[in-house]
């Protein structure tokens, strides 16, 4: 196991050994009606875990246990401190092998990934095709609640650049050694729907890349590394660029994120409170069309 991602063929193969800590990390968003202090409430997603998951796993509830729960923008990333506490109740050490996946989207996987990126820990990868696929292989499934894993070590060594706050964004906008990817669909990127999020549009000079180009929405499975190349570069997304990625909330972005890792970018960075708090500030500009 190496790499971002694994495939359901290698996961079957180290299953059962005793260093390999497996979760299922799927939230489910709640919309909330037009004119709600919040656009979404999280639900995690418990009672889809509780039908079925991959045998031995554990389930990780990100808002609930891995966000910082001071402010009122949903996942926003805790602090290290809070974090180590975290994994370590869910049996993570620094020499555990992490496979992560989620139902619906990969986000939340990925996101989970981009925070132990940013932990410095690099032995976790996304599942590729996740639940759905490793079922439609007629895999081995386990019901009922998560069971959890031994407490575990883990100490983190933070990189810093990976999580940047809209003061970065704002200086970077009109940088030409920097692009910003906008990860949500053309129609918000465009401002052509009313967004969620307060003032629809997107971060001026801003590109679109919308995450949910990037994998198969039937199999879950992972665009491959050229379909992602020419995505990423009929937005003009170079290797010589620093990359700022952002999305709604930040997560769906983490998908944009793993695919450029996966291509061989390095200088990447995701804007956490993403359109959750860009939008609701009217001091800050925003495109649209």
């Known amino acids: 196991m190496s790499g971002e991602l694994i495939s359901t063929e290698e996961l079957a193969q180290i299953l059962r050994a005793p260093d390999v800590r497996i979760f299922d990390c799927t939230t489910r968003l709640d919309y909330q009606p037009p004119g709600r202090d919040v656009p979404y409430i999280p639900v995690p997603g418990l009672d889809t875990f509780t039908a079925g998951h991959i045998p031995g796993a554990d389930f990780l509830d990100i808002q609930g246990e891995f966000s910082d729960q001071r402010t009122n923008l949903h996942f926003m990333m805790a602090g290290t401190a ?34 132990f990126e940013s932990l410095g ?6 599942l590729d095709g996740g639940f759905e696929k490793w079922s439609a292989e007629e895999r081995p499934i386990e019901r009922g609640p998560p069971r959890g894993y031994p407490r575990g070590s883990f100490t983190a060594t933070p990189r810093p650049g990976f ?53 198969d929405p039937t199999t879950k499975t992972f665009a491959s590394p050229d379909d992602a190349e020419r995505q990423f570069a009929a937005q003009g997304v170079t290797r010589d660029k620093q990359v700022i990625a952002y999305c709604g909330g930040g997560i769906s972005a983490t998908i944009d994120l ?5 291509l061989g970018y390095e200088n990447l960075m ?3 409170g993403s359109m959750g708090e860009w939008a609701k500030d009217a001091s800050l500009p925003i495109e649209t069309g």
Not at 83 to 98: I, K, M, P, Q, T
Request: aromatic fraction near 12%; glycine fraction near 8%; charge should be positive.
């Open 121 to 126: 820990f690099k032995r976790a990868s996304v």
């Open 163 to 215: 999580f940047v706050d809209k003061h970065t964004v704002l200086a970077a906008r009109n940088d030409p050694r920097v692009v910003v990817i906008n990860a949500l669909g053309p129609q918000f990127h465009n401002g052509l729907e009313p967004s969620r999020y307060g003032r629809p549009g997107r971060i001026p000079g801003s590109v679109n890349v919308p995450a949910a180009k990037l994998y």
């Open 270 to 272: 995701l804007y956490d």
């Open 82 to 115: 809070e974090l180590e506490g975290a994994f370590r109740r869910h049996g993570v050490s620094n020499d555990s092998r992490v496979v992560l996946y989620s139902l619906g989207s990969p986000m939340w996987a990925t996101r989970f990934w981009w925070m």
């Open 258 to 262: 793993l695919l450029l890792r996966r």
